[in-house]
T-cell receptor, first 119, second 111 residues
Framework: GAVVSQHPSWVICKSGTSVKIECRSLDFQATTMFWYRQFPKQSLMLMATSNEGSKATYEQGVEKDKFLINHASLTLSTLTVTSAHPEDSSFYIC???????????????FGSGTRLTVV | DAKTTQPPSMDCAEGRAANLPCNHSTISGNEYVYWYRQIHSQGPQYIIHGLKNNETNEMASLIITEDRKSSTLILPHATLRDTAVYYCIVRVGNNFNKFYFGSGTKLNVKP
């Protein structure tokens, strides 16, 4: 089945540094990927839509200059948390839609998530 | 996409059937009902989806009411590993756009 690989699974960084999270579709092409953030005991919150070859679109309230998204190929999207602060500590999850011919009515497949801790 | 309403939590005894309800009274004719679950500290996992008819797969069964305003996910023989948050999401099936999560139901399977 379709698999989305997300790395790293966890990362600890110092306040003020930047962290990059990768999301790869292993056996299918994903023109669109999505990034979510999840705080403890809360639901997943959509942050942005990553589009291959074009700029990402961000949800209201999400700072695009802080959460940089790059989707340079059909199998890779990256999220960079710039100048991270403790309040950015969260669980970040990517997902991709299985497009036409790839079981599109099944919706989305998700990565395993990245636990970011900013100290 | 239509909004969904789920109970915040439910308990189920191990080996018994778990029936998780979802209300989606504003669902449109072309919107599917999807169910995902999220085990602690993992990414969401697809369970099942349906449009009008009841559906069954190796994981669960989905019962959709005739008026499509509500549905029930059934785990026929719940195990401890089924403890997770279950999300009911309603959306257009071949729409490649955004996918929003509600608050879900925390299912606690107890020995």
């Amino acid at each position: 089945g379709a698999v989305v690989s997300q790395h790293p699974s966890w990362v600890i960084c110092k306040s003020g540094t930047s962290v990059k999270i990768e999301c790869r579709s292993l056996d299918f092409q994903a023109t669109t990927m999505f990034w979510y953030r999840q705080f403890p005991k809360q639901s997943l919150m959509l942050m942005a839509t990553s589009n291959e070859g074009s700029k990402a679109t961000y949800e209201q309230g999400v700072e695009k200059d802080k959460f940089l998204i790059n989707h340079a190929s059909l199998t890779l999207s990256t999220l960079t948390v710039t100048s991270a602060h403790p309040e950015d500590s969260s669980f970040y999850i990517c997902s991709a839609h299985l497009g036409p011919g790839q079981g599109s009515t099944m919706g989305y497949t998700f990565g395993s998530g990245t636990r970011l801790t900013v100290v | 996409d239509a909004k969904t309403t789920q109970p915040p939590s439910m308990d189920c005894a191990e080996g018994r059937a778990a029936n998780l309800p979802c209300n989606h009274s504003t669902i449109s004719g072309n919107e599917y009902v999807y169910w995902y679950r999220q085990i602690h500290s993992q990414g969401p996992q697809y369970i099942i989806h349906g449009l009008k008819n009841n559906e069954t797969n190796e994981m669960a069964s989905l019962i959709i009411t005739e008026d499509r305003k509500s549905s029930t996910l059934i785990l026929p023989h719940a195990t401890l590993r089924d403890t997770a948050v279950y999300y009911c999401i309603v959306r257009v099936g071949n729409n490649f756009n955004k996918f929003y999560f509600g608050s879900g139901t925390k299912l606690n399977v107890k020995p």
